[in-house]
Structure formats: C-alpha cells, structure tokens
T-cell receptor, first 117, second 111 residues
C-alpha cells in the first residue's frame, strides 16, 4: 500500500486484557512515531523510532505500555492490563527523515480506536 | 502548563470568510512549525511547514510565525465547506524527532 497502515482499526477489550496494535509504515521511511489522541484532545506523543531503536520513549504513560520495531519496518505497540483511561485513538506516523535533527513531514495512518470496557 | 496551547473552538464561519487559527508555545527552542489538518476519523495530514520566523503562503493558506512572541497563526482565505476539519499546530526543536502538537481547533465552514 502507498500509505501508513494500522490494524486493527477498531478494538474493544475488557479491562485487564492485553492488546497489540500494529503499524506498517511507508516503505523506506526510517522514522516511526506513535501518538495517542483522546476525545477532544490533541495528539499526545508516546514514542519515536529511528530505524529499530527508540531514542525517545518519554511519552509512554506507564510501564504497561511498550513498543518495538523490527527490520526497520513494522512496529507493534503493546498495552498490558488495559485500563479504561487507555481508551483512545492510537495513531502511527512515519517519516522519511534520516537525521534526528530534521523534523520532516509525518505521514499518519488512520489510527486504531481502542475502547476498554 | 502545556508546551503548546491552542483554543479547541469550535469555530463556525460562513463560506468565504477569512479564518484565523492560532497557537502559543513556551519552549523557545522550537524552530520548526507545522499545521496539520484532520478530517473526522482520519489521520492528520500536513498542510503547512515553516522554519523559524516569517510568513509562508500556499494558495488560500498563509502561515505566520512570530518567535519573539512565541505565537504562530494559520490564515485561510475564501474559506470553503471542504475546509471544515480540525486544525492542529505542531512544532519541534529539531534536536530530536519529537513533534509536539496543540489540542487542535475544530472549524466548521457553513455554506
């Protein structure tokens, strides 16, 4: 596909369950970002990857949240023991920027909408 | 206090009006300033990109950055119903890849 692909598009889960959200970035994009968008809120930064490493994971809300990226491509965001306050749209973006000092254009996916009951 | 402040609106204007959207920020290290547009249930898409202070024009859209006041603006001329969306400002210091977003302003342009 030409754009950033995220799955699932919608996920409803029960409190306490683990969830995995997947992001498939645009081919060749070295930078990958995860953001969270709650109702009526802006985008909250979670983590940023350059290649397979994460130079900035300062936005992860707690140790229940983790993310990895393999092969410089697909990324998975995992939320363990989900809580109701985790309900949000999780957006992934990729960028062709190779140098961390360059703030290039971010290309966003359509997001994964998570609802924790 | 958030690093980036943006009035969430909503802002409702008649078709053809000039729209002004604004953000203020507190981090003087920010050098890269962007405006993203987000339609309902879609991901944001880049609208305007400026580096440091000054103006940039692209069709009906003009972005302004005033670093001395830590204030950025987006102007939309001859607004159209298709401009109805949420507009998010975003900025970065360039020292890291992290982009900080404002809360977003919801705009409705009525025919």
């Amino acid at each position: 596909g030409a754009g950033v692909s995220q799955s699932p598009s919608n996920k409803v889960t029960e409190k306490g369950k683990d969830v995995e959200l997947r992001c498939d970035p645009i081919s060749g994009h070295t930078a990958l970002y995860w953001y969270r968008q709650s109702l009526g809120q802006g985008l909250e930064f979670l983590i940023y990857f350059q290649g397979n490493s994460a130079p900035d994971k300062s936005g992860l809300p707690s140790d229940r949240f983790s993310a990895e990226r393999t092969g410089g491509s697909v990324s998975t965001l995992t939320i363990q023991r989900t809580q109701q306050e985790d309900s949000a749209v999780y957006l992934c973006a990729s960028s062709p920027t190779r140098h961390p000092s360059g703030a290039g254009e971010l290309f966003f996916g359509e997001g994964s909408r998570l609802t924790v009951l | 206090q958030k690093e980036v402040e943006q009035d969430p609106g909503p802002l409702s204007v008649p078709e053809g009006a000039i729209v002004s959207l604004n953000c203020t920020y507190s981090n003087s290290a920010f050098q890269y300033f962007m405006w993203y547009r987000q339609y309902s249930r879609k991901g944001p898409e880049l609208l305007m990109y400026t580096y440091s202070s000054g103006n940039k024009e692209d069709g009906r859209f003009t972005a302004q950055v005033d670093k001395s006041s830590k204030y950025i603006s987006l102007f939309i001329r001859d607004s159209q119903p298709s401009d109805s969306a949420t507009y998010l400002c975003a900025m970065s210091s360039g020292n890291t890849g992290k982009l900080i977003f404002g809360q977003g302003t919801t705009l409705q342009v009525k025919p």
